[in-house]
């Protein structure tokens, strides 16, 4: 995976952030309850929508690789935010076909060795500057 530049950009509405990365574009909000306008994910569901997103990716990639028949592969990622203790991810996963066993247990590690599971699965580090202009 090649390094990655997201850049999030304030707006004259409260918490409405314009985020970047690439040539895409989004906008992530609170809720009413924190003060914003609830017009968008707030940023620890994007999160959840990142280990979501890549384990279907990941599992598609792999059974059209390996051309298997699969009908849809759908996600369900589950979290509570303790910021004081490491977050479980709860994460399950429905993949509509018709597997034997040995499909089954390899589409299962294929799942956990989706790009943001191991991410997520590491200790992270987060190095800080800032700049006032």
């Known amino acids: 995976m090649s390094e990655v530049n997201v850049t999030s950009t304030s707006t004259d509405?409260?918490?409405?952030?314009?985020?970047?990365?690439?040539?895409?574009?989004?906008?992530?909000?609170?809720?009413?309850?924190?003060?914003?306008?609830?017009?968008?994910?707030?940023?620890?569901?994007?999160?959840?929508?990142?280990?979501?997103?890549?384990?279907?990716?990941?599992?598609?990639?792999?059974?059209?690789?390996?051309?298997?028949?699969?009908?849809?592969?759908?996600?369900?990622?589950n979290y509570d935010l303790i910021t004081i203790e490491p977050i479980t991810f709860h994460r399950h996963v429905i993949i509509e076909g018709d597997f034997d066993e040995k499909q089954q247990s390899r589409l299962l590690k294929v799942a956990n060795s989706c790009p943001i599971h191991k991410i997520l699965d590491k200790g992270h580090e987060i190095e800080t500057t800032i700049e006032f202009i």
């Open 13 to 77: 509405k409260n918490y409405i952030s314009k985020i970047k990365s690439g040539k895409h574009e989004f906008t992530v909000d609170e809720p009413i309850d924190k003060g914003g306008l609830d017009t968008a994910a707030k940023p620890s569901e994007l999160l959840g929508a990142a280990l979501a997103s890549c384990t279907s990716i990941t599992l598609q990639m792999y059974m059209n690789h390996k051309e298997f028949p699969y009908k849809k592969v759908e996600v369900d990622v």
